[in-house]
């Protein structure tokens, strides 16, 4: 039974040929059936070769009056697709039987004919087709009308024409013609803007009944919705209503196609929500699972955008977690997450505690994901969450699972500094038993970093130790690292270590044993201070240079009386030589490239910049912004920057690319103008040796600026370096280059750049926390605009804060909205902003901004941005 | 844009999740060996729930697949993931029904191999290139089905019929090796 279709088909038409020719030609098609069998090796010939003989034999079969086999030879036909030529001889057949009165014969034989028509064939037979779309039988109706539809695609002039019929057809009685011509009336119209909403507009009235047409007919008038306004007709919305209506229909299909169309409305309010989201709610209780499914997985998108919209279902989603159907359970988990409010977590922890034993190990992993970053959002309920995941960390379950709890409670350490050392004793607990040998190291070398910091250290040498007799020599000589970083770092331990430390130097393990002496002699070294920063430079460090480079220079390190200086060792990501590269295709890929691309995000920067010895000096980075592009798309070299911003230094990293295969770039480097920058001074700048084609690659310029002063200043660039002329076929490039610039385009350093979006979780609990004292509120006018969310976005934009509890979002029709704000600002200045807008008749937008912050001048620095911007 | 609902594949696997009778409707699974994939991802997603009482709904690779088990043959109708999918549970629901009234209550492997033909057929009815042709079952079984062994037949077409008839069990046994 393992065969492929074309094969099946082929013994399909086996079966066929079969009858017929019994008795005259058995011993043939025997042996034809034999080939087939034998074609398992080469389904796709066998089926090209005979399929021409087949369908000759096929179109005998047209003599025969039995159904049956009418319909198979209709099907076959369908399946073989034949050549033009071959076309000729069914065609006669074929229009004899939409001429004939049996009119199953004549709607498959229409169905059949339009499916291997040819354009000259079609003019032919137009005539025959239009009378088939108004013919009494709805059986022939529907077959010429789908016909039509797929027709469409390849000659849409000719059944354009078609038009009258088909819209007859919307009027029939029959549903499902009623459901063809509609879609094919629309099809027809589709590029006329004006005759799809005046034929929404004619139908909306009550005219389609059908359930399938019914809920076209919804398709379509959300999308003369959405093309109303795109093209600024908004306000009114006139054919809401008839989705309104439909929310009424006797069928579950229209109901929630019309549920859905409504919550996908663009900017929909929450009076014209409240309707949909109430037909989904019953839904969510039905006995049917696809009821269920369809329901949550829409309300699960509305949370997206409207969570408190979403919240009176959540009884009922509640419900829905232990729900048989995994699916359902997990988008109703999902959901609630997105909802919940901080008071509900308890109740919906204990619900999923229920269930989670009896889940796959794919959703569990989900559901620990989801509470993650719940977490992130209720910090108070790190107990709960952080109980949560100690229990099901101690169950049954897989790698990825364990390791989607582990990275939950290590964020949550990282992100909590309270849940520290219960969450690292959880850890410790789960290391006793622990099967994953990646998880164990891992886990391990999180405790030797924070677990000499806690208030009791010494409570965790007994896990680590037991480490070094229980496990494999991986976990073992992990261990061993993680107990001299305790000795290092906790004097009072140091003793203990040190007799712990002795028992490993007899391990069975080498790598073990080695690790053990060293640290012995690291720890028993004399206290000097040259010492203790070079062993603490050397516990705790990370390697400053590329592992792949570091490979490289150890392979080709001869022994000798020379020892290996690590610092002989590139710091810079080589890319591979270009005829190399070639090679391989056009991008290199795995390790060669990966580095070539350090990670963006925060983390990365922050380790990329520090491991540069220039940058390593300007302390804690603040804030990288996003890039900002410095040149045209498609031009000879692509340019895009990211400020990182310091307390008091700025260091622009220009990400250069090479789009000329011709060309190799030396000594890049960026020459900034800062003469409109006033407050910033050039400290340090460090240049790109080598850019070869596609492989990009980083020069830095650092500016030296006031500490905690957030300045603001323009900068202009120029790209200067050497170029080479390179043979492509050899990948080679020549000695000699030639001096080149290239203008950038100007960067600036506006305040937004020093404001770190940060959300907060219960804006008003953090708004009156604050000093009321310190509040400084202003009112402003920003003239006229399209409308009050551009408005919002424009003021969002130059404060660079985070939006609070989605109220950046603006209902369509407002006049009036209120935005709520929250940042850090330069100096780890928590601020809070309430911004009210109002809009007149004119579209003059009126706002009034208070601010709250820790530090009064920072509040009023903020009026400064507003009053400036 | 297309906008009508559009159907991608209707699958028949058996209870080991081969195919029985399978036709796709888009390019999503160009290759025999992408169809093949996608079966035995559908059927191991599958397996252990339980949809013979209801019809039963899981997301897939941006694709929603409804499904239905009775013995050992189970029914896939596979849609677009902003698809209705009450839609394609009518789909499934009509395809269900017409070869339940077909095989005359007897649905299982044996008996769909064995009324091959009829199944294809009902396929064709149901959905013509992707689109919804009818879902209703007695008008679908009205048009497949096709009564080949009638007594009052006249001679000719007899012998016709019964030579159907051993064909098809020919084919079954060619099938079942």
Redesign the interface.
């Known amino acids: 039974?393992?065969?492929?279709?074309?094969k099946?088909d082929d013994?399909?038409d086996?079966?066929?040929e079969?009858?017929?020719f019994?008795g005259i030609e058995k011993g043939a098609v025997l042996q034809e059936?034999r080939i087939f069998?034998d074609s398992q090796v080469d389904p796709r010939r066998c089926s090209q070769v005979e399929a021409t003989q087949v369908f000759f034999s096929v179109t005998k079969l047209f003599q025969?009056?039995?159904?049956?086999?009418r319909?198979?030879v209709y099907?076959i036909i369908?399946e073989l697709s034949p050549s033009p030529d071959e076309v000729i001889m069914v065609t006669s057949s074929l229009v004899k039987d939409i001429n004939c009165n049996i009119e199953?014969y004549k709607?498959n034989a229409i169905?059949v004919l339009c499916r291997i028509i040819d354009e000259s064939l079609l003019t032919h037979f137009e005539r025959i087709l239009k009378q088939a779309i108004v013919d009494k039988n709805p059986?022939v109706s529907?077959?010429a009308l789908?016909?039509g539809?797929?027709l469409l695609k390849t000659y849409p002039e000719i059944i354009k024409k078609w038009n009258d019929e088909v819209q007859q057809g919307i009027h029939s009685r029959s549903s499902?013609v009623q459901?063809?011509a509609l879609?094919l009336t629309?099809?027809i119209r589709l590029n006329d803007r004006l005759a799809v909403s005046k034929l929404v507009g004619s139908l909306t009235s009550g005219s389609v009944r059908a359930p399938?047409a019914q809920?076209?007919l919804i398709?379509?008038t959300s999308?003369v919705i959405r093309d109303m306004s795109n093209h600024g007709q908004s306000g009114e919305r006139p054919l809401y209503e008839f989705l309104e209506s439909c929310l009424r229909h006797r069928t579950?299909?229209v109901i929630?196609?019309a549920a859905?169309a409504i919550t996908e409305l663009d900017g929909v309010t929450s009076r014209e929500l409240t309707p949909a989201i109430t037909v989904l709610q019953l839904f969510l209780s039905s006995?049917?699972?696809?009821?269920r499914?369809?329901a949550v997985?829409t309300l699960n998108k509305v949370a997206m955008t409207h969570p408190m919209a979403v919240t009176n279902c959540n009884i009922d989603m509640e419900s829905l977690i232990s729900d048989?159907?995994r699916?359902i359970a997990t988008l109703a988990i999902t959901t609630l997450l997105k909802t919940g409010n901080e008071s509900s977590v308890e109740r919906l922890m204990k619900q999923i505690t229920n269930f989670m034993s009896d889940i796959a190990d794919e959703f569990k992993t989900v559901v620990v994901e989801a509470i993650r970053s719940l977490c992130v959002k209720f910090p108070l309920k790190y107990r709960f969450l952080m109980t949560f995941l100690s229990n099901v960390l101690r169950e049954e379950g897989g790698f990825e699972y364990k390791r989607a709890i582990v990275d939950s409670i290590v964020t949550i350490i990282r992100d909590i500094p309270d849940a520290k050392e219960s969450g690292l004793l959880h850890l410790c607990e789960f290391i006793e038993d622990c099967e994953f040998t990646y998880l164990s190291t891992q886990i391990l070398h999180f405790l030797g970093i924070e677990g000499p910091n806690t208030s009791d250290p010494s409570k965790y040498i007994r896990y680590i130790y037991n480490r070094v007799h229980l496990e494999n020599a991986t976990v073992r000589a992990a261990a061993v690292s993680t107990l001299a970083k305790f000795g290092f770092m906790v004097e009072s331990l140091k003793p203990r270590i040190t007799v712990l430390l002795k028992r490993c130097i007899y391990d069975s393990d080498d790598e073990v044993r080695d690790r053990a002496t060293l640290f012995l002699s690291v720890l028993g070294g004399d206290d000097t201070v040259d010492t203790d920063k070079d062993s603490k430079e050397f516990l705790f460090g990370s390697l400053e240079v590329p592992l792949v480079n570091m490979e490289t220079s150890l392979k080709n390190y001869e022994p000798s009386e020379e020892v290996f200086d690590i610092n002989s060792v590139p710091k810079e990501v080589k890319s591979q030589p270009l005829a190399e590269k070639k090679a391989q295709g056009k991008k290199p890929t795995g390790l060669g490239a990966l580095p070539a691309a350090p990670s963006s995000g925060f983390d990365g920067y922050e380790k990329l910049l520090s491991s540069i010895p220039e940058f390593a000096a300007f302390g804690k980075l603040f804030k990288s912004s996003s890039h900002v592009e410095l040149t045209e798309a498609e031009t000879e070299y692509a340019v895009n920057v990211v400020k990182h911003i310091f307390d008091s230094h700025v260091v622009f990293q220009y990400n250069c690319t090479n789009t000329i295969p011709e060309q190799l770039l030396e000594r890049v480097n960026v020459i900034v103008d800062a003469s409109e920058a006033e407050e910033f001074s050039e400290a340090a700048s460090k240049a790109l040796n080598s850019l070869p084609y596609d492989s990009p690659g980083q020069a830095f310029v650092a500016f030296e600026k006031p500490a905690g002063v957030p300045a603001v200043g323009k900068f202009s660039n120029t790209l200067t370096f050497v170029v080479k002329e390179v043979d492509t076929s050899t990948g080679e490039a020549e000695d000699d280059g030639v001096e080149d610039e290239y203008q950038l385009e100007d960067l600036e350093i506006v305040a937004a750049d020093y404001m770190v979006k940060v959300g907060v979780s219960n804006f008003r609990n953090a708004w009156e926390s604050m000093d009321e004292e310190d509040e400084h509120v202003d009112e402003y006018g920003l003239g006229q605009r399209e409308s009050l969310g551009e408005a919002i976005k424009a003021v969002i934009d130059l404060l660079g804060m985070q939006s609070c509890e989605g109220t950046e979002t603006v209902p369509s029709n407002a006049r009036s909205h209120t935005c709520l704000l929250s940042g850090v600002y330069i100096g780890n200045v928590k601020v809070l902003v309430r911004a009210q807008f109002g809009m007149d008749s004119t579209k003059e937008i009126a706002m009034k901004l208070a601010v709250r912050a820790e530090d009064v001048s920072v509040a009023e620095a903020i009026h400064e941005i507003v009053a400036n911007g | 844009?297309e906008?009508?609902?559009k159907v991608k594949n209707i699958l028949l696997l058996?209870s080991e999740g081969?195919?029985?009778a399978?036709k796709y409707y888009t390019d999503d699974w160009p290759t025999?060996a992408a169809?093949?994939a996608f079966e035995k991802t559908v059927f191991t997603k599958t397996q252990k729930?339980?949809a013979r009482a209801?019809?039963?709904?899981?997301?897939l690779e941006n694709n929603i697949i409804?499904y239905k088990f009775v013995e050992d043959l189970h029914f896939f109708v596979t849609g677009g993931e902003e698809e209705?999918?009450?839609?394609l549970?009518?789909v499934l629901q009509g395809l269900f029904d017409a070869v339940n009234l077909l095989l005359r209550g007897n649905v299982d492997k044996r008996e769909a191999l064995d009324n091959?033909?009829l199944i294809?057929?009902c396929i064709?009815e149901i959905i013509?290139?992707g689109?919804?042709?009818?879902?209703d079952a007695n008008?679908i079984v009205g048009?497949?089905g096709?009564n080949?062994v009638d007594p009052n037949a006249p001679l000719s077409?007899q012998t016709?019929?019964q030579?159907?008839a051993?064909?098809?069990e020919?084919?079954t046994r060619?099938?079942m090796k």
């Open positions: 039974m393992a065969q492929p279709l074309v099946k013994d399909h086996d079966e066929l079969y009858s017929p019994m059936a069998n025969s009056e039995d159904t049956g086999l319909r198979m099907l369908k199953m709607a169905r059986v529907s077959a789908v016909s539809l797929h499902l459901f063809h879609a629309h099809q399938l809920c076209l398709r379509y999308q579950e299909m929630l196609e859905r006995p049917r699972p696809v009821l499914f369809a997985r048989q159907n699916s | 844009m906008l009508p609902p058996d081969k195919r029985i399978v025999n169809k093949e729930t339980n209801e019809v039963e709904v899981t997301a409804v209705n999918e009450l839609i549970a009518c091959l033909d294809f057929l064709d013509d290139g689109i919804v042709l009818e879902t008008v048009k497949a096709i080949s077409e016709i019929s030579a159907f051993t064909a098809r020919h084919f060619s099938l």
